[in-house]
């Protein structure tokens, strides 16, 4: 078989393409990894804006993230930009673009839970409460598989918590939260708010707390934390059903929330035992370590 020479020009400019490809390829993973190390001791040393430049040209280098160099220089860039707004809390531009860079990591990791909530941080940290609603909100309702149940219990439990604080706000006030005397005991009795209006957003706050923890337990049965907030908003409704003069719905809700209390009890020992273990594991493989060098 011949070859015409314009052929063979053409089967040579592909190769020499395909080599200089291939080593640019091979160089910018090697100045990545040299970025992030850098990049890395700069930050530890609070050199942020040091630190910055190298994770931005890293992330030059591999804008689609398609490499772990890439994916890890986004992680630290939005870390970097969030500790610049800490040390200056004047410059809310950082602080944004922060929110931006940490959005960029979650949408080729959804999972990725603490640039979720840093991201509720920094919404909090500028005042910006309707976004930060709209924010959690969304983890709390989202249908991508690849964020766990876990955490979008944990989304629900964030909300249900400020509908608590909201209830509580109004519900263990002096003029509400009254303290009588009960066979020969001092005891606390609530009253309705004189305000109206406070005795609607006391329900309404405790009712919409309560959805959202339920939803928490059904996703996540053994969080805890999501049965704390449904013992702590059962009381909020035997208090309200208390206000209103329902002794018998007052005494139901009561038995729901120490039957929620228990449960928390259990689960937050059986956790804090897990936690005691896997120190004492870490610990005995850093004295082993130690002992064999």
Avoid at 172 to 178: G, I, P
Wanted: net charge neutral; charged share 30%; hydrophobic share 35%.
């Amino acid at each position: 078989m011949k070859f015409s020479r314009a052929g063979i020009t053409g089967i040579i400019v592909i190769i020499i393409s395909t080599f200089l490809l291939s080593n640019c390829t091979f160089y910018n993973r090697i100045k990545s990894r040299q970025n992030l190390v850098e990049g890395a001791a700069a930050y530890k040393e609070r050199r942020f804006a040091d630190a910055e430049s190298l994770f931005r040209d890293t992330i030059s280098r591999d804008p689609e993230g398609e490499t772990q160099e890439g994916r890890t220089a986004q992680v630290f860039l939005a870390r970097t930009l969030h500790s610049e707004f800490i040390s200056n809390r004047q410059n809310k531009e950082k602080a944004k673009e922060a929110i931006a860079e940490y959005q960029k990591v979650l949408q080729k990791t959804p999972s990725d839970q603490s640039s979720f909530k840093a991201v509720a941080n920094l919404y909090e940290n500028l005042g910006m409460q309707d976004e930060w609603q709209k924010w959690v909100t969304a983890r709390a309702n989202t249908t991508d598989e690849n964020v766990p149940p876990e955490q979008r219990a944990e989304a629900l439990i964030i909300l249900g918590a400020r509908r608590y604080t909201c209830a509580n706000e109004i519900s263990d006030t002096e003029s509400v939260k009254k303290t009588v005397q009960q066979d020969g005991k001092e005891v606390y009795q609530f009253v309705k708010p004189e305000n109206p209006q406070d005795f609607e957003t006391l329900k309404q706050c405790a009712q919409e707390g309560l959805d959202l923890v339920n939803r928490a337990v059904e996703l996540a049965p053994n969080n805890d934390s999501a049965w704390s907030y449904r013992a702590n908003l059962y009381t909020q409704k035997a208090r309200i059903a208390e206000m209103e003069g329902n002794t018998a719905e007052k005494e139901q809700f009561r038995k729901l929330a120490d039957e929620a209390k228990d449960r928390f009890t259990t689960l937050n020992e059986e956790r804090k035992r897990r936690e005691a273990e896997e120190e004492a594991r870490k610990l005995a493989e850093r004295e082993a370590a130690n002992q064999s060098k």
